[in-house]
């Protein structure tokens, strides 16, 4: 199945483990992903605190850009989906806002029709798309003896979700248990990360980072798997000043759902941006995962 | 029939914020349950909750609410838009609060308009963001002694590959450049 990829500007740099796990995934699981010529940045949340109509039409682009015959696109992170499906519908709810989104568009010679692009995250396309069957067939390396803490922070399941519930969302659960994980229930899988509160109020942000590793460990992960490059930078870069604040031993590896998910269809470990978050993955991945099956990675 | 001992309550506030927000009619129907507050991650450092902000919307007190910092608490988690039980698109009535109060120059005791100024000024320039662009930027110019501490952090994002020292500029600039020109000639703010 062919879907146009809007990767948004934290998957160019400071979350390309997301991005390079997600294509690896996606080959392996025969997704196509045909990335958008040109795309630009979604605005985050940062537009809209603005101006909305250029917030609206800065995202449009982007919808605008995805190739004739394509009516799918998927974005893996949380901010960039919100925002698409954000301008999807309110451009498809009220028409005299659409007619104004495209008339700025119509100055870069664009357009845009409501509803013409389906927006999809990741988490979504793998559960529903490609299922639980196809995934299973794919396993080469099961994550038995791993116990993984999902965490879906806010935007992937809220406001207008693809079909997982927002106060108890179970897709990234549901697929780890594909795999042979054993999924941690913890609280506050779906509490926010704090966002960009991290550069606004440190004290505010870092309580609401401090609630969700706590949890986890208290609750015996080994690891914490994100949807979000927003909510993995928070939780991984700010955890050694976040255990340094409230005086807690915190040492807990954030990673991308698609990094752990290729790494149990068998994709090489370097491919996947293992490495690259700031709290090491490595001893917890070498030590659960069983070194026979470590070997059976596809080259 | 006696005389009503309360004034008119003046509604122009309310249809202010309606207007400025898509699907803004529904707040009429607020009533005051407060599980707006009750779910939102940050009502503990904010002046008013969500809820009284709801109320003060609807009795008309436009200073107070326009120069309060419940707003620009709000991370747009929209865990009260989906708990809402009438429906309320809340984080939206939150973003019309910050644009109108950002229009009057009210949002003064918060660091949240200047990374947001940073944020689309790198975005309109450039077409995408760019982080470390908009750190030194921000940090610079609004909490420059907090750039001590986001050394370390920085240098650490670095040396993983994870920070780029130079933006990226997408191919058709001009295009996204006419594109904002148009929304904000059609009615944008800048």
């Known amino acids: 199945m062919k879907y146009a990829y809007y990767p948004g500007c934290s998957l160019e740099c400071n979350a390309l483990a997301y991005d390079v796990s997600v294509r690896h995934v996606a080959d392996v699981l025969g997704l196509t992903l045909a990335e958008i010529d040109d795309w630009n940045c979604c605005g985050a949340t940062e537009y809209f605190s603005q101006d909305e109509l250029t917030a609206a039409a800065v995202i449009a682009r982007n919808l605008a850009l995805v190739e004739p015959g394509v009516n799918q696109v998927v974005a893996p992170c949380a901010a960039c989906y919100c925002n698409l499906i954000k301008v999807d519908h309110l451009m498809a709810d009220n028409p005299a806002m659409g007619e104004k989104i495209n008339q700025a568009l119509a100055a870069g010679k664009l357009h845009y029709k409501p509803g013409s692009v389906r927006v999809r995250h990741m988490l979504d396309v793998i559960y529903e798309d490609v299922g639980e069957a196809a995934v299973r067939e794919k396993v080469v390396q099961p994550l038995t003896g791993l116990k993984i803490a999902p965490y879906y922070g806010c935007q992937v399941v809220r406001p207008l979700t693809g079909g997982d519930d927002t106060e108890h969302p179970t897709r990234m659960d549901k697929i780890f248990t594909w795999l042979g994980a054993e999924v941690v229930n913890y609280p506050v899988k779906t509490h926010c990360c704090g966002g960009h509160m991290t550069q606004i109020s440190e004290p505010q942000a870092f309580e609401m980072i401090r609630r969700i590793l706590q949890s986890a460990t208290s609750n015996g992960a080994d690891m914490i798997l994100c949807a979000c490059p927003m909510c993995q930078l928070n939780l991984d870069a700010y955890q050694d000043r976040v255990a340094a604040e409230f005086k807690t031993p915190l040492r807990m590896p954030v990673l991308y759902f698609t990094q752990m998910l290729g790494l149990a269809l068998g994709v090489d470990a370097e491919k996947l941006g293992f490495g690259k978050e700031i709290v090491s993955a490595e001893s917890v991945v070498q030590s659960k995962l069983r070194p026979a099956t470590l070997e059976n990675t596809r080259s | ?190």
């Open chain 2, 1 to 190: 029939m006696a005389h009503s001992s309360t004034a008119k309550r003046d509604d122009s506030f309310l249809g202010e914020v309606i207007a400025e927000t898509p699907g803004g009619e529904r707040l009429v129907h607020c009533m005051q349950c407060g599980s707006c507050g009750g779910s939102c991650p940050n009502s503990a450092d904010m002046d008013r909750t969500p809820r009284t902000l709801l109320a003060m919307i609807a009795a008309g007190q436009r200073e107070e609410v326009l120069s309060s910092n419940t707003m620009w608490c709000c991370v747009s988690c929209y865990a009260c838009t989906t708990r809402c039980p009438q429906k309320i698109p809340i984080t939206d009535i939150m973003y019309a609060l910050k644009r109108i109060s950002l229009r009057e120059g009210k949002a003064t005791t918060t660091d949240a308009p200047a990374l947001a100024r940073t944020f689309t000024g790198l975005l309109d320039r450039y077409g995408r963001s760019f982080e470390l662009g908009l750190a030194s930027r921000y940090y610079l110019f609004n909490k420059p002694l907090s750039m001590l501490k986001m050394g370390p952090l920085g240098l650490r994002m670095f040396t993983r590959g994870r920070m780029s020292l130079r933006p990226t500029k997408i191919r058709q600039i001009d295009q996204l450049q006419a594109i904002i020109a148009k929304a904000r000639e059609l009615g944008g703010e800048a």
